[in-house]
């Protein structure tokens, strides 16, 4: 048998900052990691460069069925506070576009760092340790992990989503939060590419590999950014962020040529080049083989003198407002985060701490917050991971 006064499942982003800080209050900690190393997500992140923060998150930049939750821990510890870390363990970083900071060198530096600041404050970290079971005895949780029982006062889930399976994501913290009769938000994909049927694929796969800048709108939320064709469907940067607010049923609209007129611009064409083939003056906004599809999908071709101003409005229509319903995605397979999990309405959002049950805590992905794409899911783990390690 092995006391602490913490343990923590889950070596990950939010995991770890919480064992940073329950260590600095002198609590003895315990991480629990099933894999070979800790931090795996912020590993592979940011194409190995860790997108740690994002300069302009606020709670807006997060999906939640209580939109205001994730406002404490954020107020308490937001970008510039994880900045600070960085800066003093003097990792060089860089900002790339909207706000997204990356590390100049590697992830693992943000690792090192992580690990560094648990060593310094005497935190104990397992790996390759699973928690077999969980029971509850008057004030003390007991952990069944590889043949030993672990004590602890305070038990903080830190175990992630479902996404991304190859990594050995789970949903096991939801199976935690269930023993303990705590309502579940369905988890589903998110920041994941969007899929298509058959009406659509074939053309897809002809325009794999095209990028283009885009507004992209589902509902009454839109992002501005790049769209990928993909052989499967749509990605890119635009399509993830959406995604996060895609139902099934629902159309997503794209605007293939955003803050540009194309109607005017085709019957501005026509006056000035009336010669010119209509998908050679689309090629002008377009990608050429993009522009070219759209020509063959409306059956709209030849010179532009021989189109009347409907044919050319319903060019100009698919460019500025491309109404599609996908259907489906590519799934936790390729999801960067997991949308849904833990309901935050059996949370406290000062502590992180189970309503329910006292001295338990669930951090980071595994509860119903998600984050915008370009480092906001990173300030949660930070946020929430600080938020909890100041109680436990």
């Known amino acids: 048998m ?6 923590i499942v889950g070596g990950g982003a939010a995991g770890l900052m919480c064992a940073i800080e329950a260590g600095k209050r002198g609590r003895s900690v315990v991480v629990i990691e099933k894999a070979k190393k800790v931090a795996g997500k912020i590993r592979i992140s940011g194409g190995g460069r860790c997108n740690f923060t994002n300069i302009h998150c606020t709670a807006a930049s997060f999906y939640s069925e209580n939109k205001h939750f994730a406002k404490s821990a954020l107020k308490r510890y937001g970008p510039k506070d994880f900045i600070s870390l960085v ?31 648990c060593e310094k404050v005497g935190v104990i970290i397992k790996t390759l340790a699973s928690v077999d079971t969980i029971e509850q005895k008057e004030d003390k949780f007991i952990l069944a992990q ?6 602890c006062t305070s038990l903080v889930i830190a175990s992630g989503g479902p996404s991304i399976p190859k990594m050995g994501a789970t949903g096991w913290g939801y199976d ?30 002809n325009l794999s590999g095209v990028s283009i800048d885009v507004n992209v709108r589902c509902g009454k939320t839109s992002f501005d950014e790049a769209l990928l064709f993909t052989h499967r469907g749509l990605s890119g940067p635009a399509i993830l962020q959406i995604s996060s607010y895609w139902r099934s049923g629902m159309d997503i609209s794209i605007n293939l040529a955003k803050d540009r007129d194309v109607f005017e611009e085709l019957k501005s064409a026509k006056a000035a080049n009336p010669k010119q083939e209509i998908h050679t003056t ?31 409005k319903v ?8 109404r599609i319903t996908p259907n489906g995605t590519e799934g936790f397979a390729t999801a ?5 999990g833990v309901s935050t309405s059996e949370l406290s959002s000062k502590t992180m701490e189970s309503n329910k049950v006292p ?34």
């Open 2 to 7: 092995t006391e602490f006064d913490v343990a």
């Open 87 to 117: 800066e003093k363990h003097d990792i060089a970083f860089h900002e790339k576009t909207l706000g997204q900071l990356f590390c100049d060198n590697s992830a693992h530096d943000i690792i090192e760092m992580l690990i560094t600041e």
């Open 146 to 151: 590889g043949g030993e029982s672990i004590f």
């Open 176 to 205: 935690v939060a269930r023993q303990f009769k705590h309502k579940i938000i369905d988890p589903v994909p998110a920041l994941v590419p969007l899929t298509f049927g058959e009406e659509f694929i074939f053309d897809f796969r």
């Open 282 to 312: 689309l090629s002008t906004i377009l990608p050429k083989r993009l522009a070219i599809y759209i020509t063959e999908y409306t059956g709209i071709q030849g010179s532009l003198a021989d189109l009347s101003h409907k044919k050319l």
């Open 315 to 322: 060019i100009a229509t698919l460019v500025n407002d491309w």
């Open 336 to 340: 960067e985060v997991t949308r849904g």
């Open 359 to 392: 001295g338990l805590y669930f951090i980071g992905e595994v509860v119903d917050v998600t984050g915008h794409l370009g480092g906001f899911n990173f300030q949660w783990a930070w946020a929430s991971g600080h938020a909890a390690g100041q109680f436990v």
